[in-house]
């Protein structure tokens, strides 16, 4: 159980029947035998990129943007492969949240632990809700690179629209909202400072594309559906990651235990590797090309 204590313009978090000590600015959590250390939280309101950002969001608000003339998961501005021709692939994996998304697949990111396998932990605000304990674990972990999957897992528009039977967000303040709640949570909680989206449902209009970017954040999908939000049988996921070329982006999920992405990842990763691939993060990918 865990309970979040504000005093000041700290957030104390209390980890039931475990030990916590506090040292400069950091505190340590032991787990298990396991030692996280997490950076202290500083509050917004006392953070100078706070200001930054909040000027950034009321002019992007004043902004008139055109109508949206796109909609769907290959919209203009969408990145969907890294810019190289390296035989690297970035795992990215959503943790959805919600009634049905909230759970966590331990197994799979102990087996990306054990391989030293990097990936990127694309995680939506309510799963972080769900899921604290294991939330700060996994940004603690350096192969791992945490980034922004929303705060309520909607597809991103000004106009709305729906996508897989989500609604989509409907005005340039609801995008904002979307994004950027949990870019304040996330960087509450653990001083990182997201630097890639992808919406709920991977959908979006071009106008909302255009406003993440405004916001200091890039927009991406995939070219690999590796697992079908969570429906693919094992094999399934291991032939679609087969299909991988160099700079792939492959989307899976991480939040989905019962389902056949941990067996399809265990089967395709030893054959990617006997084929020459290595796993990158994005941040890793994207910086082969400079």
Known sequence: ???????????????????????????????????????????????????????????????????????????????????????????????????????????????????????????????????????LYLANLKQFQIENHGTNHRPLSIKGGTAWGINATSSVHEVIDEVINNYKKIYELTGLKVRYFRSGTAFYDEIAVQIVEDLGMKVVNYDILGDAGATYSANQVKEALLSSKPGSIALLHMNQPLKGTTEGVKLAIPLLKEQGFTFVTLDEGFKLSE
């Open 1 to 135: 159980m865990v309970n979040i204590i504000v005093a000041g313009s700290f957030a104390f978090f209390l980890f039931q029947k475990e030990r916590i000590t506090l040292a400069d600015d950091h505190h340590h959590i032991m787990r298990s035998k396991l030692l996280i250390n997490v950076p202290l939280s500083i509050s917004f309101l006392e953070n100078n990129s706070f200001y930054l950002l909040e000027e950034k969001i009321m002019q992007i608000n004043a902004q008139q943007y055109p109508e949206p003339k796109q909609w769907g998961e290959n919209v203009s501005g969408v990145i969907h492969r890294l810019p190289t021709q390296e035989k690297v692939i970035a795992l990215t994996f959503d943790a959805c949240g919600g009634e049905w998304g909230s759970d966590y697949d331990k197994e799979l990111i102990n087996f990306l632990v054990d391989e030293g396998i990097p990936a990127t932990l694309f995680i939506n605000s309510r799963w972080i809700n769900n899921n604290l304990e294991e939330f």
